[in-house]
């Protein structure tokens, strides 16, 4: 079982930075991807970035060159840095991983980490 627990969301000013990370946990599975989703009030959860195994980024149009994504991979962890913050940015942000476990390709979600950006 792959557990991801997500922190470093708040409350940012307009042309604020924050940093997100994603920490993946558990035992016997091997990481494909892992990224970022995001779902604002009364939308659908949308893709921000994604980060492959051999460091291969994809980014939404609307965050590139905003927003960085990185993996420290000998601590499972991953991480968005979040600049030029504007309110558009405003949603729950969730970390997932697709991983190889048991045979099988899995999607492993976190519980998600509210980013407020104010005007």
């Known amino acids: 079982q792959v557990q991801l627990v997500e922190s470093g969301g708040g409350l940012v000013q307009a042309g604020g930075s924050l940093r997100l990370s994603c920490a993946a946990s558990?035992?016997?599975?091997?990481?494909?991807?892992m990224g970022w989703y995001r779902q604002a009030p009364g939308k659908q959860r949308d893709l921000v970035a994604t980060i492959t195994s051999s460091d291969r980024t994809n980014y939404a149009d609307s965050v590139k060159g905003r927003f960085s994504i990185s993996r420290d991979n000998a601590k499972n962890t991953l991480y968005l840095q979040m600049n030029s913050l504007t309110p558009e940015d405003t949603a729950v942000y969730y970390c997932n991983a697709r991983v190889f476990q048991l045979f099988k390709v899995l999607d492993a979600w976190g519980q998600g980490t509210l980013v407020t950006v104010s005007s």
């Open positions: 558990g035992s016997g599975f091997s990481i494909i991807t």
